[in-house]
């Protein structure tokens, strides 16, 4: 069983290098149009999904039982593949305001957040867990 899993959190952080290397393109400028902006908030959607389904399998191929995104992340937290738990739970938190891109005052809102911590977040988690690859 373990074999299996650890080439499906393998293949899974193959996507989720793709998709950071999107999300990257997008915060390279440094301003958006507003149908840039709804891209961008898509694009971190989906890779903060795969970062959390990543982690969920590598963690089970060490024998963590991991039932959801918010297990996921604590016990990312508590095998030390994340510093910053409370931000993670925060974008966990926040996804449904990502939903609402046709608000700009929210859409703006995602982006700040994203800019500001919520990349970073994601890249730490990518930089550890591409250092097992």
């Known amino acids: 069983m373990g074999n299996w899993q650890d080439v499906r959190w393998k293949q ?3 996507n989720f290098k793709k ?3 999107q999300l990257k393109e997008f915060l390279e400028k440094p301003e958006l149009n507003k149908f840039e902006k709804q891209g961008l908030i898509q694009c971190f959607e989906y890779t903060f999904e795969l970062a959390w389904k ?3 399998d590598y963690l089970e191929e060490q024998g ?3 039932n959801s995104p918010r297990a996921a992340i604590q016990t990312g937290f508590q095998m030390q593949l994340l510093q910053n738990g409370h931000v ?7 996804r449904n305001l990502m939903a ?4 700009e005052r929210l859409a703006d809102e995602a982006e700040q957040l994203i800019r500001a911590s919520y990349y970073a977040m994601l890249r730490e988690v990518y930089a550890f867990l591409e250092g097992l690859v």
């Open 54 to 56: 990543t982690m969920k």
């Open 64 to 66: 963590f039982s991991v």
């Open 88 to 94: 993670w739970i925060d974008a966990l938190e926040k």
């Open 100 to 103: 609402h891109t046709y608000d």
């Open 12 to 14: 899974r952080f193959s």
């Open 19 to 21: 998709a950071m290397l």
